[in-house]
């Protein structure tokens, strides 16, 4: 249903786009969330979308720096971070959620995309 894509190694300070395409049925219907699992750390919610992209919601660790745009036309949603520091590094995942306009609760979200490997060096 969601296939997060994206990741990689990046300086400290560096840029990175990751990815969520959903299929179709999840696409338009569901808020999207990206969440990040760190080593030895809780799975936390980084950023939320609603489903028409009219409402967001960021992590006050990295709101002004991340930000998510939504393009429902291409069953997408994107995480840009910019500004990367080393403590970003983490497994980033994306999920979908039938709530409106969005949970906060990881167990509220539907489906989960596999993760992808954000690395950021310093």
């Known amino acids: 249903q969601l296939q997060a894509s994206g990741g990689g190694l990046v300086q400290a300070g560096g840029s990175l786009r990751l990815s969520c395409a959903a299929s179709?049925?999840?696409?338009?219907?569901?808020?999207i969330g990206w969440f990040r699992q760190a080593p030895g750390k809780e799975r936390e919610l980084v950023a939320a979308?609603?489903?028409?992209?009219?409402?967001?919601s960021y992590a006050d660790s990295v709101r002004g720096r991340f930000t998510m745009p939504r393009d429902n036309a291409k069953n997408t949603v994107y995480l840009q971070m910019n500004s990367l520091k080393p403590e970003d590094t983490a497994v980033y995942y994306c999920?979908?959620?039938?709530?409106?306009?969005?949970?906060?609760?990881?167990?509220?979200?539907?489906?989960w995309g596999q993760g992808t490997q954000v690395t950021v060096s310093s």
């Open positions: 999920a979908a959620s039938s709530r409106h306009p969005f949970p906060t609760m990881k167990e509220l979200y539907d489906y």
């Open positions: 179709v049925r999840t696409s338009n219907n569901y808020a």
């Open positions: 979308i609603s489903r028409s992209g009219r409402t967001t």
